[in-house]
């Protein structure tokens, strides 16, 4: 499963209320995802980087960050946004969207068309089939 990290204080302000670690952990669980740590910017340098080496520990934020683990098919949960909004409908405190499918017919059919550029290194390109 990916593990997102989110800024702790920035999730619990989309949510609209403040957890405890605990109770986020617990909202987690309810939910069927996974609070998988507790950390900050500052804490993942040091276990990243040996203890002698303060340059870049120096400048790292103390802001706490969830890691959470979210379902391999749940793209929609890989930003803040996305967990936000999701918890959010779980708890009720937004209403989950409704989706219909578009009536395209008479419509022209949009197509895409990539092309290969010739140059070594360069990405290739994206055009609308001239009509």
Do not use: W
Request: net charge negative; aromatic share 6%; hydrophobic share 35%.
């Amino acid at each position: 499963m990916p593990v997102v990290g989110v800024n702790r204080d920035r999730l619990l302000e989309a949510l609209g209320r403040k957890y405890t670690d605990e109770e986020f952990d617990q909202l987690c669980f309810e939910y069927g995802i996974e609070l998988d740590d507790v950390t900050s910017e500052k804490e993942m340098i040091r276990k990243e980087h040996s203890k002698n080496d303060h340059s870049q520990v120096a400048d790292a934020s103390e802001d706490v960050i969830y890691k959470i683990d979210i379902p391999a098919n749940r793209y929609d949960m890989l930003c803040l946004e996305g967990i936000a909004r999701a918890l959010n409908i779980f708890k009720g405190r937004v209403e989950a969207p409704q989706y219909r499918l578009a009536d395209m017919r008479g419509e022209r059919e949009a197509t895409c068309r990539l092309e290969r550029l010739q140059e070594a290194g360069k990405p290739a390109k994206a055009s609308q089939p001239q009509s």
